[in-house]
């Protein structure tokens, strides 16, 4: 009797100091670091169970057992717990580090970048070439030939109504969406969709414009939110000199307000679409329609480019100036003129430039 309660003793004993080494070595285990060379994408599909999870991992050699992972699974019930998702895993992390993200749900997050001055075609056309989103938007404005400038939709009718129906799609009130983008960084996850950027994009324009708007001064020339926004992309593409596009603004205020013709070489570009082709020719400047500013009073028929912070402060605040005139330095800058004779004067000068 003696015998086997010594006996089992030892039995209980060794299970216990057994458990206690396996557990030990199972948090030690769980914080090694995961067999990876580089960085990689890891989906963990809906549906999934930890034990998917787990002979998964091991099949793509990211760790060489599964036995220590769902031992601490069992110690720690909490972690049996995975979302889908796409998840980014770095040579760096620990084998825990990897369950507490899946846990968590920590996506990895990708980014699109929108520049300040860019288009709205422009815009659809990195979206469609963008992994990892969801394409949900109609393909009809990224196909032909893409250049510098936004494409022009007035003489195709499918395009028109295409734009006009995107446009309803984010509550637009004009005729086209271009302009009402917010020009910035956007982070995503795997999956998101292209209208859900956009939304984001749209909705962070709609604060700024709005605090801007309600901010204005009462004296300048617009008489709703779509000619402030227009301005603002005009400015944008007359120049990426921060420092001269509040004096950019002055001009076309100038203008303005003596009822003149803003007279502006990019919205004859937008105007013109893919028949643009690097060069403004005589002819282009003497067509006539919604955004061949040297033929038409006031704004063209929609913003021009997606504005970015500078270009909308400049449309709000613009210096106080008498300049009428402004043309390149051929430096990357701008000579500006109070009238026609030293804008002329300014203007062979830059030719002189050119020939140089």
């Given at each position: 009797m003696l015998y086997l309660k010594k006996a089992l003793f030892i039995f209980f004993?060794?299970?216990?100091?057994?458990?206690?080494?396996?557990?030990?070595?199972?948090?030690?285990?769980?914080?090694?670091?995961?067999?990876?060379?580089?960085?990689?994408?890891?989906t963990v599909e809906s549906g999934s169970s930890f034990n998917q999870f787990t002979q998964r991992l091991v099949k793509e050699k990211i760790i060489e057992t599964r036995f220590w992972l769902r031992n601490y699974v069992r110690i720690h019930r909490k972690f049996a717990n995975i979302k889908?998702?796409?998840?980014?895993?770095?040579?760096?992390?620990?084998?825990?580090?990897?369950?507490?993200?899946?846990?968590?749900?920590?996506e990895h997050q990708f980014s699109i970048?929108?520049?300040?001055?860019?288009?709205?075609?422009?815009?659809?056309?990195?979206?469609a070439k963008t992994d990892n989103i969801e394409h949900r938007l109609p393909t009809i404005f990224t196909q032909g030939k893409v250049n510098q400038y936004a494409v022009s939709y007035v003489n195709d009718e499918k395009k028109e109504k295409a734009l006009q129906a995107l446009a309803q799609q984010f509550n637009i009130d004009a005729v086209s969406p271009e302009g009402y983008f917010?020009?910035?960084?956007?982070?995503?996850?795997?999956?998101?969709s292209d209208v859900d950027i956009l939304q984001r994009a749209h909705n962070k324009m709609l604060v700024v414009l709005d605090k801007l708007w309600l901010n204005r001064n009462p004296n300048l020339p617009y008489e709703n939110k779509q000619q402030a926004l227009t301005m603002a992309s005009i400015i944008e593409k007359e120049s990426g000199e921060y420092a001269e596009q509040d004096i950019i603004a002055s001009v076309f205020i100038n203008r303005l307000d003596k009822k003149m013709r803003l007279q502006t070489d990019p919205t004859v570009i937008y105007g013109l679409g893919e028949r643009y082709q690097g060069d403004i020719k005589s002819k282009h400047l003497r067509e006539v329609n919604q955004y061949n500013t040297r033929k038409i009073k006031g704004f063209?028929?929609?913003?021009?480019?997606?504005?970015?912070?500078?270009a909308l402060q400049a449309a709000f605040y613009p210096a106080s100036s008498d300049y009428l005139y402004f043309v390149s330095n051929g430096k990357g800058?701008?000579?500006?003129?109070?009238?026609?004779?030293?804008?002329?004067?300014?203007?062979?000068?830059?030719?002189k430039h050119l020939k140089k």
């Open positions: 004993i060794t299970v216990v100091l057994t458990l206690a080494i396996v557990v030990g070595l199972t948090h030690i285990k769980i914080e090694e670091k995961l067999h990876l060379d580089a960085p990689i994408l890891l889908a998702g796409t998840y980014q895993i770095t040579p760096e992390q620990t084998v825990k580090s990897l369950l507490i993200m899946i846990n968590k749900g920590a970048t929108f520049v300040e001055g860019t288009s709205l075609k422009q815009w659809l056309e990195l979206l917010y020009p910035d960084t956007y982070a995503f996850s795997a999956g998101d063209p028929l929609t913003p021009i480019a997606m504005p970015g912070e500078h800058q701008h000579v500006f003129s109070k009238t026609l004779k030293a804008h002329n004067a300014a203007v062979k000068l830059y030719l």
